[in-house]
């Protein structure tokens, strides 16, 4: 079984609807993390929570918000979504002084 | 702000070896990263190396650290067509917390022809 887990893996939405991605882990691990992927851009930092109570923003939080619900879930939101927002999305997960980031499988986006 | 540089795109026959390289510019970095991810999948931990290293070497995979030029490269020997991916380099950077975010290079397509 994956230990990182992104629902759903595929998502076409309208532009100003509401979308609600989410993650699960099963790894144990404090940290978890939202990326987005555009071609060519690499990997740009949304979001990220180094505990439960602790919510930090990424390089490009606007437009997203984020909830860590408890160890093993961290859900990215889009409020109103927007066509530029149509990209890659990855969760990942990391724990201790290496801070080695485990990535699930992503979810691909389409906001029309 | 921290900043990691990779080419984009290397082409090598099957056989042969791929060297990728990278040049980041935080000077504090204590972990660097080498991720493949193959088409349509997630990020894969290949291998790192720790800042006070100059080498590490795991199968047919070399890493070599140069710090003082903040120029990292990843070797691949007798590369193979499932080697075809893209492949990031990635920085981690210490944060006010005492926490690491990891900054990320935007992928070098890793091309091997039979």
């Known amino acids: 079984d994956a230990d990182v887990t992104q629902t759903p893996r595929n998502r076409i939405t309208k532009t100003g609807k509401r979308i609600m991605l989410e993650c699960s882990q099963t790894?144990?691990?404090?940290?978890m993390y939202w990326y987005r992927q555009d071609p060519g851009l690499g990997l740009q930092l949304i979001y990220y929570s180094f505990d439960v109570k602790d919510i930090n923003k990424g390089e490009i939080s606007d437009g997203y918000s984020v909830s860590r619900q408890a160890q093993a879930k961290f859900s990215l939101s889009l409020e109103s979504a927007i066509p530029n927002q149509t990209a890659l999305y990855f969760c990942a997960t990391s724990q201790g002084a290496q801070n080695t980031q485990y990535f699930g499988p992503g979810t691909r986006l389409t906001v029309l | 702000g921290e900043d990691v540089e990779q080419s984009l795109f290397l082409s090598v026959r099957e056989g042969d070896s791929s060297v990728i390289n990278c040049t980041y510019t935080d000077s504090s970095s204590t972990y660097l990263y080498w991720y493949k991810q193959e088409p349509g999948a997630g990020l894969q931990l290949l291998t790192y190396i720790f800042s006070n290293m100059d080498m590490k070497q795991d199968q047919r995979l070399t890493v070599l650290l140069n710090k003082k030029d903040k120029h990292l490269s990843l070797r691949i020997a007798d590369t193979q067509t499932g080697d075809s991916a893209i492949y990031f380099c990635?920085?981690?950077?210490?944060?006010?917390?005492?926490?690491?975010?990891?900054?990320f290079g935007k992928g070098t397509m890793l091309l091997v022809s039979p």
């Open positions: 990635a920085e981690s950077n210490s944060g006010n917390s005492g926490y690491s975010t990891l900054t």
């Open positions: 790894k144990g691990h404090d940290r």
